[in-house]
């Protein structure tokens, strides 16, 4: 699936860098979605973007940043981290009018050191 | 509060040995419910949307069926390429984009 792309594909950092993840869609959708995987947990979700607008931030702390400059594109900016932010970071898309079908990208896996 | 639980947790089959899978879930207003496949490492891959009870959806060796209160993904004569994580999603509430709840996933592993 190469409909959703994330770049880059793996990341470390130590806890007082400053990092971002970018996420960009080639589907023409208009809402735009940041998860969290770690291991043995179900995905977390983490924001919602409709139509470049903030909707649903799930109570996130505010090392994590996110930035919707338009419908394609999407990034989650990082600064001082902590080792239980490591985690495969995923980002999804969908068309909220006519379906809310979310389609992933690859995921990027990111360890704080 | 929307939850999802799936079963088992993970699931060992034969090459051939048709079976099932489940997702059970607790929410008000339901919109959609979704499955998914995932591979180690990489992002969910989408299979089915089931939008309402009695719908039914297949694809290849997949069918996903849903009731009120779970939907089942049947999986018939499984490949060895079937193996992967299967996750079920679902989606609540009325405003669009918002409310997604993710189960735990069932880990299936098929053996040649």
């Known amino acids: 699936e190469t409909g959703v792309t994330q770049t880059p594909r793996h990341l470390v950092m130590g806890m007082t860098n400053k990092k971002s993840l970018k996420c960009e869609q080639h589907?023409?959708?208009?809402?735009m979605y940041w998860y969290k995987q770690s291991a043995k947990k179900p995905l977390e979700l983490m924001f919602v973007?409709?139509?470049?607008?903030?909707?649903e931030n799930n109570s996130v702390p505010s090392r994590f940043s996110p930035e919707c400059p338009n419908s394609s594109h999407l990034f989650l900016h990082l600064h001082t981290l902590q080792p239980e932010d490591s985690a495969l970071y995923l980002c999804a898309s969908s068309q909220v009018i006519k379906s809310d079908t979310q389609y992933f990208g690859p995921g990027t896996r990111l360890t704080v050191l | 509060e929307d939850q999802v639980t799936q079963s088992p947790e993970a699931l060992r089959l034969q090459e051939g040995e048709s079976s099932s899978l489940n997702c059970s879930y607790t929410v008000s207003g339901l919109r959609g419910l979704f499955w998914y496949r995932q591979d180690p490492g990489k992002g969910p891959e989408f299979l089915f949307t089931?939008?309402?009870a009695g719908e039914e959806k297949e694809k290849e060796r997949l069918k996903a069926t849903l009731t009120k209160k779970e939907s089942f993904l049947h999986i018939t004569a499984p490949k060895p390429e079937d193996s992967a994580t299967y996750l079920c999603a679902v989606q609540a509430g009325r405003n669009y984009g918002q409310n997604f709840v993710f189960g735990p996933g069932t880990r299936l592993s098929v053996l040649p």
């Open positions: 973007y409709n139509f470049k607008e903030q909707t």
């Open positions: 589907l023409g959708h208009n809402a």
């Open positions: 089931l939008y309402s």
